[in-house]
Structures are given as structure tokens and as C-alpha cells.
């Protein structure tokens, strides 16, 4: 069977954009060599033992780093190294990655980038993820400001994210459709495994962590008690699965159908998720395999950014479902909905 690896979808693809010359699909490059030098290190994560726990120093004589500060310098070596990005956005850094090479000054992208959502699931050896998102940016010369990542999540030119698990993939969209790729460790290729993705429209997966129940706004509440209400015309109860680890809890519901929530609670009263690095990524590609992601009422990819860390509570999977919990915030949450 003929093997399409990435480097080869993303130069076929590039054709999918006017007077392209070539720096997205460098930029795309880029991102699948800092996926495939992070998934070495997170393979090796088990071997602790060996390698040494966090701030110790290990038998090469080199400072272990926390998996998630590995990922991120990484992702940003990567990016700085491509030259295809003036400014790198990540949720490890507090401000603006400046990338001041004269290739990268005049670059026209800035990316976004949670380089590995999830760490805390590392020791428990769960699924993880990077998600990134790329932006054209709005200044046109001097400095990157944080004006250029102020903008919308439909003003992305691609999103995707790597999900490093029983086998690495890459998932992204450059706005058309949602294509996935699987790493083959015996080539080092991430090869088209999943073309066309499309999330089922209606799903029998709720995802929530239920831990904070007594916090959620009664629209929520609602929900969940519809999903748990036997009912055989609409296969319910529906199946609560959680992980714990969004890109692994997103991953499953786009392939098989779903809803994931992170509603605002009582210790995340904007919700625990990142607009930028998180929401925006996600809902882009959620959208393109035809599914849904909302706040709960409005899009996320209308929301107007304030700042680069704006968290925003999550409603994301099969349209069908995302459109029900959006009902019931309205009928039952009606301030929490607006
Ligand atoms: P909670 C992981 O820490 C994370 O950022 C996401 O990957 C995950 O969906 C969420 O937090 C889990 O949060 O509050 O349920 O532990």
C-alpha cells in the first residue's frame, strides 16, 4: 500500500493555498520534527529510574528537565530553527517568545503552542498531548505585539495537535478537512492514517470530571442527568469516560462521537481551559470534522481574545450533543449561558 508520510501530504496540500511559497507548509515541517524529538522523551518517561527524576543530574552528567520544560523548549528551538515564525506564544511562558533571527523577523505566522497539555498524567503513564495553532500576523513591522494573537479562533490559517499514546499522532487542518497521521517509529515518519476525519454527529460519550458536580452550573447538572436517564430510542445512558488529559479525551470523541465539557466551577469560574493554546486549536478542528464547540453558548472561535492566557469554559464534541447541553444552559443556567 503506497505510504504518504506528512512532509509529503503537507507539499501535495499546498497547492489548497493561493500565493503559498512554501512557509506554512515549512512551518508544518517544523512542528512534526519537535513532535517526533518530544516523543523520544516521553516514551523514556517510565524509565525514570535510569534517567533520573526532575532537577537531578543524569548519568550523561545533563540536568533532567520536567517532560512539559523539555517539550516546550523544544517546540520553540524547532520553530526558531524553521524561521517560518516571528513569535512563538506558549503556556509555559508568561509573554511572547521572540524569535530574532533575520529569517524569522520577517516571518509571516505566529504559532501558539501548549507543548504538553496533560503532564501531570505523565507518572501514571496516560496518554498526552501538544496542541498548536497558527495565526497570520496583524503587524506589519517592528516587534510582535500580543495584538498579533489577539484574534479570533476563525482567523487560524491551521491547528492541530500531537497526541502521544499507544501510537503518536498528528492530527491537523489547515481549514478544510481534519487529517491524521501516525508516527512509524521503524521510519521516523508520521504516515496518513486517518484522512478526512469526520466526528460522528451524534455521540453515547459524556466527558466531564464529576468531581466538581456540587459546582456546576444547573445547565450542566441538567445535562448529565439526561445522559444517565435510560432511555433505549437514544441508547442511553450514555458512557462517562474521562481521562483526564484533554487532547487523549478530544482524540476519543473525534473518533467515535462525544461530548467533552470543562464548564466554569467553583475553583475555575472561567473554566480551567486556555482560549488560545487549548480551545481555539481544538474547536477549529472540531469543526472542520463537522462537530461543535461552544462556551456553552457562544462559539468559540468568536470569541474576541483579551489576553493570552484567557481561560473559557469548554463545550466540544458531536454537534448533536454540544447543541442539547447548550439548550439546557439556556433553560436551566440562563446567566451562565450568556
Ligand atoms: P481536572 C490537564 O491538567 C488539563 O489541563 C487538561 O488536559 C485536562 O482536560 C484538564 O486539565 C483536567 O482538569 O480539573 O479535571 O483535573
Redesign the pocket.
Known sequence: MQVTTLGQFIIERQGDFPYAKGELSRLLRDIGIAAKVVNREVNKAGLVDILGEYGTINIQGERVKKLDVYANEQFIAALSAGGETCAVASEENEGLVHINSIVSKNAKYVVCV?PL?????IDVNVS??TIFSIYRRTSFTGKVEEMDYLQRGTEQIAAGYVIYGSSTMLVYTTGKDVNGFTLDPSIGEFCLSHPNMKCPQEGTIYS??E??YVHFPDGVKQFIKYCQVEDGPTSRPYSSR????????FHRNLLKGGI?I?PS?L??PQG??RLLY?CNPLALIIERAGGKASDGSRRILDIQPASLHQRTPLFIGSTNLVNLAEEMMLKYSPLAAH
Open positions: 501548549d497539555d496533560g503532564s501531570s498524567n498526552i498531548g466531564i470530571n468531581g466538581n474521562y481521562i483526564g488529559s484533554l487532547v487523549a479525551d467533552f470543562y466551577t475553583k475555575s480551567k481551559l487549548e
